[in-house]
């Protein structure tokens, strides 16, 4: 990743449908990015930088979800969030 310039992986809740001039509902997001905004939380994970905006880390804070890489027996892979709810 860092060979290419693209050195972190950014986590992010953005807003997914707004009613009313309101939000009403949200997607994660994961994303590989060059640089890091000035208010990011940095997690260093089995020699990951992850980057979470301050916004975005209010919403993780006390979720207890998990960023995970999943891959399937058919060959298609990527980050899936495990919540404790999940089971």
């Known amino acids: 990743m860092r060979e ?13 449908e707004v009613r009313d001039g309101v939000p009403v509902s949200f997607r994660k997001t994961v994303a590989v990015v060059r640089s890091r905004g000035a208010d ?11 980057l979470i905006d301050s916004l975005s880390a209010n919403f993780f804070a006390g ?25």
Do not use: C, H, M, N
């Open 4 to 16: 290419t310039g693209w050195r972190y992986l950014r986590v992010a809740i953005e807003i997914a």
């Open 40 to 50: 990011d939380l940095v997690v260093e994970s089995e020699g990951v930088t992850i």
């Open 63 to 87: 979720a207890g979800e998990v960023l995970d890489w999943k891959g399937t027996a058919d060959g298609r892979a990527g980050f899936t969030f495990r919540s404790p709810q999940d089971g």
